[in-house]
């Protein structure tokens, strides 16, 4: 068995901050991960979909030349496998270039396997058991999928998805008007796919200011289309979809409509604390502690 001071689950984004902050008190600290590594901000977050957003912009700019003196805009062309292959690269370059810096300068301390819970101090990885006296669980989180979603005849994306396509169907649903869905609606349009966005509420991106909100919807309605409905149902396999104002026929759907933690079977039972509705034991929103456990 291994006694550890810290262990971290996940070696995403938070966890490869916990464990640069535990170094600096201990040597005796390890960094559990079981997915593909690289974060999500990297793999299918912040960079790519910046990369994608750049892209559709600088093509975005055809519509303007003319005002410049440039003429010959309105002859671009976009070729979206391209693009798609392009956001690509540059996301193996970020996602290698973190990697490197980060995680392989860990050496044994890194290791790659699935981490469960067996007790308030005890973990379970792969084939080992480590004893810790900390624990850090950083274990991110994953679209959200209803299960209306599932099963469908028309292609449905997620943003952990989106990015590994080789192209996209001439018209798309984006279901929620979040930061992301906002953000992955106004670029794809812009990349020549017919984009409907759909929200369940007026405010878009989370917007709490009503001036702010509105001149935001002005804006981004001269591109896309946006519709607010309260429920939504499908036929047709997925190419109709049914909102409170009626009907829409698409080609495939995106959904961006929250995320959840990723906790199934990390054990979190073991703890000896009662879960809520999410899976998730009581923890102060202030230090993250979970109950008196040193976690």
Known sequence: ?????????????????????ARRKSE???????????????????????????????????????????L???????????V???????????????????????????????????????LQVGDETIRFKSLVIATGSRPVVDPMFEGLQVPVYTSDTIFEQSDLPDSLAVIGSGVIGLELAQALNRLGVKVT???RSERLAGLDDETVNTAAR?????????????????????????????????EG?????????NVEGLGLENLGLKLDERGL???????????ELPV
């Open 1 to 21: 068995m291994r006694e550890v001071d810290v262990a971290i689950i996940g070696a995403g984004t938070a966890g490869l901050t916990a464990y640069a902050e």
């Open 28 to 70: 005796s600290v390890v960094l559990i991960e079981a997915g593909a590594g690289g974060t999500t901000c990297a793999r299918v977050g912040c960079m790519p979909s910046k990369a994608l957003i750049e892209i559709a912009k600088q093509f975005h700019h055809r519509n303007h030349m003319q005002s410049n003196g440039i």
């Open 72 to 82: 010959g805009g309105d002859q671009l062309r976009i070729d979206r496998p391209a």
């Open 84 to 122: 798609f292959e392009r956001v690509r690269a540059l996301r193996d370059r970020f996602v290698g270039g973190l990697m490197k810096s980060t995680v392989d300068p860990i050496g044994e301390n890194y290791l790659k396997a699935h981490a469960r819970i067996l007790s308030p101090d005890l």
């Open 197 to 199: 966005l759909l929200g």
């Open 218 to 250: 002005e804006q981004i309605g001269k591109e896309l289309s946006m519709i607010v409905s309260q429920a939504l149902r499908v036929e047709q396999g997925g190419r109709k979809i049914l909102h409170d104002g009626g009907e829409l026929m698409v």
């Open 253 to 261: 759907i995106l959904l961006a409509t929250g995320r959840v933690p």
């Open 281 to 291: 034991p009581p923890f102060d929103p202030q230090t993250m502690q979970v109950g």
